[in-house]
């Protein structure tokens, strides 16, 4: 199978090419290769490529600046998909295209699965959420909603700080009041690689390890597998004045993935292999 990535550069972009590699021919683009808010360019190189499936891994993910820069966050996350989704559907490509937990309000108690209806209080997340619906656009789209990435490179992200402050003697900065079900990239290229090669129905999918916690037990694991002293920060998220309102719980369920055949690791076993590599 012939694949176009997007975004290739990126933390989970780097991650896809290599899995799909393994077995497919990848057409891998960074920014530089193709700027997705460039319409025509879109079009053109879909064309010149023939793709039988397109993985679409560039996003704006500033969350706090995107109050500011609205235009640059919807151009991205929302106007690029629209670009993405009408090239798939001229070529007759899957859509694959990462979505993201903020396209909730965090208010919930029970993890949200895929019928949950969003309701996004972040220009971030209304961003992504228009991106949701045009990439529905496509006959054949997965539209993987992904949340607290870590893995890959480059490294970023909250699991790395934890990880690198407590490899420092601490303290690590961990919130009590946000619950999330974090995801490791490895896994969730393993779960995009099967959706592209099983014939599983098109639609919305969580696409997360499974289970949920909160960041401080995410820290106190983190500890533990570190064999190093759980030298901990606990603040509340409800204390830190955030540019950009976060979800404070943003746990979310992955049966419809689970229902499908592909079985999730937990986010335990993945942060233990995350960080033994």
């Not at 975004?7 to 700027?35: C, P, Y």
């Not at 919807?74 to 993201?100: D, F, K, P, Q, W």
């Not at 490294?155 to 934890?162: A, L, M, T």
């Not at 509340?236 to 979310?252: E, T, Y």
Request: aromatic share 6%; proline share 5%.
């Amino acid at each position: 199978m012939r694949v176009l990535v997007t975004g290739a550069g990126g933390q989970l972009g780097g991650t896809i090419v290599r899995r799909l590699g393994r077995a497919h021919e990848v057409i891998a683009l960074t920014r530089a290769g193709l700027d997705i808010t460039r319409h025509d360019d879109v079009q053109r190189t879909v064309r010149a490529s023939r793709p039988e499936a397109i993985v679409n891994c560039a996003a704006y993910n500033a969350v706090d600046a995107a109050e500011d820069e609205a235009i640059a966050a919807l151009a991205c996350n929302a106007l690029a998909v629209r670009s993405l989704a009408r090239a798939a559907i001229e070529s007759g490509s899957a859509l694959i295209h990462y979505s993201t937990d903020f396209v909730f309000d965090g208010e919930a108690s029970e993890p949200y699965d895929e019928t949950a209806a969003p309701a996004p209080r972040s220009v971030y997340g209304q961003s992504k959420l228009l991106g949701e619906w045009f990439a529905a656009d496509a006959p054949r789209h997965y539209v993987l909603r992904v949340a607290s990435l870590f893995g890959g490179e480059p490294r970023h992200g909250s699991i790395d700080r934890i990880a690198d402050a407590l490899r420092r003697g601490g303290p690590a900065r961990v919130f009590t009041d946000r619950v999330v079900s974090p995801a490791f990239v490895e896994d969730v290229a393993d779960a995009t690689a099967r959706l592209l090669e099983d014939a599983i129905p098109p639609g919305v999918y969580h696409c997360v390890n499974s289970g949920h916690a909160s960041w401080s037990d995410v820290g106190a694991e983190i500890a533990r597998l570190l064999g190093v002293p759980a030298a901990l920060d606990p603040v509340s998220a409800r204390d830190v004045a955030f540019r950009a309102p976060r979800p404070r719980f943003c746990a979310l369920s992955n049966a419809r993935l689970r229902a499908a055949g592909i079985e999730m690791p937990t986010w335990q076993e993945g942060l233990g292999r995350y960080l033994r590599s």
